[in-house]
């Protein structure tokens, strides 16, 4: 039970970026009065998708995600790792720089906030996946608990509508995508039963469907179309609120970092041959990106990952299936010949 919940709040940890606890990445990809029915499909997707990426780790019993790209993908590994690693990049500067932009309106000392946030997460990260599995046990239950609470106290008198806009089904598709490309970079790297990965992809699922739904209620019952909507929301309502606000989304943008440094170090490792200068190497690079700014990179670079994400998804379920028939082929071809082989003696 205990490899369970570790495994499902780091997949949770993972998607619960700044942008998800701060509604401005649903805001961004479904507008406004969305259907309550799309979190639901989300997790849906969520649920399929984590299920894949875990079942490939299982299978290759990889230690990082270009070494199973190469196995999966063959010639194609390097398009792959290229496009999973300007991923990492992207989202590693996304939570740095909203970091910034989180804490400058408190006190403006950034970029404090960035490099502060960045060491502590190189030091968990170069500790390896159990580091990560921790730190992600430890911090996503208080994201969870912060983003019920402010959703609680703003969901007012919401948009029940249930009617679905002509962009909404591709939406979810790429939404969902967009999310676990990141996720995918450290689910590969997890060995671990199918019964504990289908528990733990199915809890992370009903997870987020819960909270996307809160949010979306939220959202719906509120007109708000700033850089990070539950944070404007909740600073209307009281002080305190807005407090545990910063808190939920600081905290999520943290775990989320700490994935996206483990992809890109994770790749590094091998080329560098030393672990903690990788870490480093990827913070250095992460911080320099970082200025390409939190919503930026929200509104224009996430959508754009969802949807270089479908072919990738689609690539990985094909030769995941093409693979699993070649190793099942062989084996039954040794069993008709040593069958023949009995009958002629």
């Known amino acids: 039970m205990k490899k369970i919940l570790s495994l499902s709040m780091l997949i949770v940890g993972t998607i619960i970026g700044a942008g998800f606890a701060s509604g401005k990445e649903i805001s961004s990809f479904f507008g406004s009065n969305i259907s309550p029915l799309v979190a639901p499909l989300v997790g849906l997707g969520i649920f399929l998708l984590c299920y894949l990426f875990c079942t490939i780790g299982r299978v290759f019993s990889s230690r990082d995600f270009g070494e199973v790209n190469q196995k999966l993908l063959g010639k194609l590994h390097v398009i792959a790792d290229a496009f999973l690693l300007l991923n990492s990049l992207i989202v590693l500067s996304g939570m740095l720089s909203g970091m910034d932009s989180l804490f400058n309106s408190i006190f403006p000392i950034a970029p404090a906030y960035s490099i502060i946030s960045g060491v502590l997460c190189a030091i968990i990260v170069a500790k390896g996946l159990k580091g990560l599995l921790k730190g992600n046990s430890i911090i996503v239950p208080f994201i969870i608990l912060f983003i019920v609470l402010i ?8 948009n029940f ?24 970079t450290v689910l590969t790297t997890v060995d671990e039963k199918p019964k504990t990965v289908f528990w733990a992809s199915l809890i992370a699922a009903l997870i987020m469907t819960a909270l996307m739904l809160l949010i979306i209620l939220t959202l719906n019952g509120s007109e708000t179309n700033s850089e990070m909507p539950l944070i404007t929301i909740a600073s209307s309502t009281s002080k305190v609120l807005y407090y545990v606000a910063v808190a939920a989304v600081a905290t999520s943008i943290f775990t989320t970092m700490m994935t996206a440094l483990s992809g890109l170090s994770g790749w590094l490792t091998p080329l560098t041959g030393n672990k903690h200068f990788a870490v480093a190497v990827s913070l250095i690079a992460g911080l320099i990106v970082s200025n390409l700014g939190f919503e930026n990179v929200v509104a224009y670079l996430y959508p754009v990952i969802g949807l270089v994400g479908l072919i990738y998804v689609i690539l990985c379920a094909y030769f995941l299936a093409k693979k699993s028939f070649a190793f099942k082929k062989p084996f039954g071809k040794r069993n008709r010949k040593v069958h023949d082989g009995g009958e002629k003696a």
């Not at 959703?151 to 919401?158: A, K, L, V, W």
């Not at 509508?161 to 995918?184: D, E, G, H, R």
């Open 161 to 184: 509508s249930f009617a679905f806009k002509p962009f909404t089904v591709p939406a979810i598709i790429i939404y969902v995508c967009m999310n676990i490309m990141l996720a995918c």
């Open 151 to 158: 959703c609680c106290f703003n969901i007012g008198q919401p």
